[in-house]
C-alpha cells in the first residue's frame, strides 16, 4: 500500500463509514443482509476489485483489493466481500461468467475435497462436503474448487441449490456447511480451473484478504482504545494520562503496524514468483494473526468493562480478531510451514533467505 | 484527530542494489575464510581497525554523504543493504560504528565546514572513531537532566562533569558530549550543547566500567575542568536538544535493533537440523516471521530518511518490537533445543550453546541501549497524542 491513501482505499471508507454503522453490524449478526451497504460497494466497483473489467470486475490488482480488505476489516463491514472478490477472480481466470451479487467459495479448507465426475455427456455430479464456508446462505453463488481425475476444475453454482447447514464464527458471520454429495451441474458451468487457481491458491489468497482484515481491524481498536483513554476519567483525570495506559496503547500501535507492514510485504511478493508469495503470505497471516490476540487483549484491558458490553461497539472488531486469526490457517499452520522451509534451507542460508524477501 | 496508527510504506529500491549486496558478501566470505573474525553474537564486540579500514577502503563508510567530504553519494537504502549484511554475518564493526551511523552525519548536518572537512574524510575512510557523550551518573533516560557543564571562558569552554556507558571510549577517537550551557527553560530542553572531545589530546580521565561478562567495553568520562578551544562547539550553542533527537531516529531504526541475537537463531535451526518436530519448526517459523517484519519496517524507515524525514515515532517502534524480538530468540531457543549453557573458550568456532550463553548474557542490554522500552513506549505514546 502506498503512504497516500489510493483513491479506492477513500472511495471504500467513506462507503463504510456511511453504511456499516454498528446497528448494521449487528443486523446482520442478527440475520438481516445489509442491502444498502452491499449495493453501494458493487456499484463502485469495489466488490470485484481485481476483476478484469473484460469479465465486469473492477480492473484493479491484488493490491488494489487488500487495500479495500484493510479498510473492510477497520469498519468489520458484514459482508462477504473478500470472498467475493476471490470467487469473482477465479470466474474471470477460468472463463465462466462472473454472476452479480455477493459470491463464495467452497471448499475454504484446502485439505477438504469436492471430486467431479462426468454424468451422461452433458453434465457432472459433485461430490464431498465443504465446512465453514463464508457466507454461503446469504451468497447468490458459490464457486466450487473441485477436482477430475488430476485436473483442477471449477463449478459455478446458484447457492439456492445447496441448502447449506448454518453455523458461525465467534463474531457472527456465517461460517457454513456444504454436502455436494449428488448435486448434478451442467457442462456450462464447469470449466478448468485457470493457471494458479486452484484450491490451494484460494487458500493463500484467502489467507491474505483474511491478514488485511486483520490489519485494518487492529487498527480501529487502536483508533477506539486511543479515543476511550481520552473520554474516560478515573483518579480526577483522563486515564489516557496514566504511563501504564499510555505504555499498553503503545505497544497496541506496535501490533497494528508491524500487522500491517507484514500485510504490504506479502502484497507486494505476491506480484512476484509464487514460492516468494507463499512465504510472505505466512509471514503475512503469522504475524498478524499473533497481533491479533495480543492487540485484543490491551483494547479490552484499557476499555474496562464498558468493553465487555454487547453495547459497544469494541466487540465487533475483537471478535473478528479472534475469529479470522484461526481462518485459512491459524499463527501454528503458518508457522510450520515457515519453520519447515527455513529448516530445509539451512542454517547457513537462513539470511539470504530473509534478505530476498 | 483521527488515530490511524502507523505505516511504514514500501521503500522503492535503487537500482543495483542486489549487485551490491552480492560485492558485500563476496567480501565478507573471503573475509571470513582468511580468518578476519570469529562471528559475535553481539554486534558491538568485534573491534576491528584493520576490518573497518577494509571496509572504508571499499567506499562502505559515509557512503551517503557527499563526496567532497570522503562520502560516495549512495542513499540510504543502499547504506541499509551494507550494513544489514555486515550485521548478519557477524563481521566486527563496532570500532567504526557509531561514527558511520550517527557522528559523522551529525557533523554533517549542524557541524562547521573546518569540523567536517577535518572528520568526515577520516571516518569515511575506516580511521577515525566516535563515542556517544549523553549519559551521566546522575542522568539515564531523563537525558534533559544532565549536569555535565561547560562554561564560556576567554579562548573557549571549561568542561566539568562526568559521562557513564561510554561504549570504546578507551580505544576510540573522539566523544560528542552533551553539556549544560545555560538554564533549562521551561521545556527543560534548553540550555543544551554538543561539543567535540578529543580523547587523544584533551586531558580527560577514562574509567573502565566491566559489563556482566566481565569485558571492558563501558567507561567513565570524567572532565575535571577541561579547557577545549572554541572550535569544539558542535552548531549552536543551547540549541542541542533538536540536535540530540535527530540522531535518535538514526540509532534507533537500523537493523542492530533486531539482528543481535540473528546468530543464536541461525544456530538454533543449525542445532534442530533440516526436519524438524512441529514444535521445533512453529518456534523457528515464528520467529522467522517476526525477523522478517522487523526488517521490512527498518528498511522502510531508510526510505523514510533518504526522503529527508525524521521518522522518529516509527523508529522508536522498530526499536521497542525489536529489541524485545532479540530477547525472545534467547527464550524460545533454550526451550526448543534444551542445552546448558556454556561460554566457549576464546577462539573456538562458537556453537550453540557458547552462543545462548552470550545471547543470555547479553540480553538485559538490548532493551536498555539506545533508550530504554519504557522511553520507546513514551515516544510512541507522544506520537498517538496522549503527551
Known sequence: MSRSHSIISEVAERLFRDLAEPEVINRAEEGIWPDALWRSLEQAGLTLAPVPETAGGGGGTFADAVAVLHVAGRFAAPIPLAETMLAGWVLAGSRLGVPKGPLTFAPVDATEAVTFEPEGGLEWRLSGTAHRVPWARDAGHVVVLGEAGEASVVALVEASLLRPEAGRNLAGEPRDTIHFDGLVVGRDKVAAAGPGMGRHSLFLRGALARAAQMSGALERLLELSVGYAGERRQFGRAIAKFQAIQHYLAALAGHAATARAAVDGATSALAGNPEAAVFAVAVAKARAGEAAGEGAAIAHQVHGAMGFTYEHSLHHATRRLWSWRDEFGGESVWNIRLGEQVAATGADALWSLIAER | MTIRGFEFPTPELPPGIEALRADVRGFLEAEFAAGSWAPQSNFMAGFSAEFSQKLGARGWLGMTWPSRYGGHECSALERYVVTEELLAAGAPVSAHWVADRQSGPLLLRYGSEAQRQAILPRIAAGTCYFSIGMS????????????????????????????????????????????????????????????????????????????????????????????????????????????????????????????????????????????????????????????????????????????????????????????????????????????????????????????????????????????????????????????
Open chain 2, 136 to 387: 551521566e551518573p546522575d542522568s539515564g533516560s531523563d537525558l534533559a537532566s544532565i549536569r555535565c557543564q561547560a562554561k564560556p571562558a576567554d579562548d573557549g569552554w571549561i568542561i566539568t562533569g562526568a559521562k557513564v556507558w561510554t561504549s570504546n571510549a578507551h580505544r576510540n577517537h573522539f566523544m560528542i558530549a552533551l553539556c549544560r550551557t545555560g538554564p533549562a527553560g521551561d521545556d527543560r530542553h534548553g540550555g543544551l550543547s554538543q561539543f567535540l572531545i578529543d580523547f587523544k589530546a584533551d586531558d580527560v580521565a577514562i574509567n573502565p566500567i566491566y559489563n556482566l561478562l566481565g569485558n571492558h567495553e563501558f567507561n567513565e568520562v570524567v572532565f575535571d575542568e577541561l579547557l577545549v578551544a572554541g572550535d569544539r562547539l558542535i552548531g549552536r550553542e543551547g540549541e542541542d536538544w533538536q540536535q540530540v533527537t535527530s540522531e535518535l531516529a538514526l540509532e534507533r531504526s537500523g537493523p542492530e535493533r533486531f539482528l543481535s541475537t540473528f546468530r543464536l537463531l541461525v544456530e538454533l535451526v543449525r542445532a534442530c537440523g533440516p526436519e524438524p518436530d512441529r514444535r521445533a519448526a512453529e518456534a523457528i517459523g515464528r520467529l522467522t516471521a517476526h525477523l522478517v517484519t522487523l526488517r521490512r519496517m527498518s528498511l522502510s524507515i531508510a526510505g523514510m530518511l533518504e526522503a529527508g524525514e525524521m521518522p522518529n515515532v516509527e523508529a522508536a517502534i522498530v526499536k521497542d518490537v525489536g529489541t524485545r524480538f532479540e530477547r525472545e530468540v534467547a527464550e524460545v531457543a533454550r526451550l526448543v533445543a534444551p542445552v546448558e549453557p556454556a561460554r566457549g573458550a576464546p577462539g573456538n568456532e562458537p556453537n550453540y550453546a557458547a552462543v545462548l550463553a552470550e545471547s543470555i548474557l547479553h540480553l538485559p542490554s538490548y532493551t536498555l541501549r539506545a533508550g530504554t522500552t519504557e522511553i520507546m513506549r513514551s515516544i510512541i505514546a507522544r506520537g498517538l497524542g496522549l503527551r
